[in-house]
């Protein structure tokens, strides 16, 4: 196997890193997108001497990277979609292990956009980046605890995103579901909340009423969109607040059309923030796509906290 060299400086900056010898597993969501890739991904796996192990349900994906990490795997692949990849973090980070395991991430599910983000185009080109391609340490989100990879957000895009389809989302990017959710819209009471970050080492703060709350790792949500940097040890805080329902698809339009913020959008970066619910309700998240509740929900970054395989398309420092 091909092996590249690094300085102990450059890792610690998020620099491409060596290829490493040992033991393989795979983790292979059979249900993932259209269900039909499982022959297809175990005979890629197998013939690279991979372990294959399969999930049977929810949070299954969480446990098998738990073991994976006490028999002391050094790559674990992972072929789902999204949310598989959000379990296998979970399970690697319950273990401790995700200074000492790289991931491989072959993207099946529907979505994939965390492989995207890194370079991943399909299930072939994963497993040769990992023979070939090189290794960088990306930030993971924490919140109360939780490892995320992509974002954590709350708010009307929870529901619209669901119903978004995949030509509308390719027409208008991250902020697609604003043109998809005016019906929603029309009946959301929006979220009330408190919202305090640290950006540059000072205290941001926002409170009011917002049709939604986003917080990227991987993702960008305002200006261009699409890849955040995932090294900077920051996150990307949007708030967009709640408005007449007619207002919703200029706004959509003007953000990545004419890729500007607008006086409705709250945005900044931040290496910690908390979001708190001023009404008593609890306020309901998408953490990478898994559902939770919180009424109060501390989120900050683990810089360079976990690695993975990554593709040559992968842009360490987006442009704005």
């Known amino acids: 196997m091909q092996e590249t060299a690094i300085s102990v400086a450059d ?28 022959d297809h991904v175990r005979s890629l796996a197998e013939e690279r001497d991979y372990h294959v192990e399969e999930t049977q ?14 028999e002391g795997v050094n790559l674990l692949a992972v072929a789902g979609g999204d ?16 200074d000492r395991t790289t991931v491989a991430v072959v993207p ?18 994963a497993f040769d980046v990992v023979e070939t391609g090189a290794r960088r340490r990306v930030d993971v989100g924490m919140a109360d605890g939780e490892p995320f990879v992509m974002s954590s957000i709350a708010g009307l895009v929870a529901d619209a995103s669901v119903s978004t389809s995949s030509e509308l989302k ?72 709640h408005m ?22 709250f945005h900044t970066q931040a290496a910690q923030l908390e979001i708190s619910s001023t009404d008593g309700d609890p306020i309901g998240f998408s953490l990478d796509g898994e559902s939770r509740y919180h009424d109060r929900l501390a989120i900050h970054t683990e810089p360079l906290a976990l690695r993975v395989c990554v ?3 992968y842009t360490v420092s987006p442009p704005p």
């Open 170 to 241: 390719e027409r208008f990017g991250s902020l697609a579901f604003l043109a998809n959710g005016v019906q929603e819209a029309a009946s959301f009471d929006g979220l009330h909340i408190d919202l305090t970050a640290i950006s540059n080492g000072e205290e941001v703060t926002w409170s009011g009423d917002a049709l939604c709350a986003l917080v990227g790792n991987s993702r960008r949500f305002v200006e261009e969109g699409g890849q955040a940097d995932l090294e900077d040890g920051l996150l990307e805080v949007v708030v967009i607040e």
């Open 83 to 98: 949310g598989t990849l959000h379990e296998v973090v979970a399970g690697l980070a319950a273990a401790d292990a995700l």
């Open 311 to 313: 593709g040559p398309e």
């Open 11 to 38: 890792e610690a900056v998020g620099g491409a890193m060596p290829q490493t010898d040992g033991q393989r597993w795979l983790v292979l969501n059979p249900t993932s997108g259209s269900a039909d890739h499982t």
């Open 108 to 125: 099946v599910g529907t979505e994939n956009i965390f492989a995207t983000n890194i370079g991943i185009r399909d299930a072939e080109h």
């Open 244 to 265: 007449p329902a007619g207002s919703i698809v200029a706004e959509a339009f003007i953000q990545r059309v004419l890729g500007r913020t607008t006086d409705n959008v």
């Open 57 to 70: 349900g929810e949070g299954h994906a969480t446990d098998l990277a738990t073991i994976a990490a006490d």
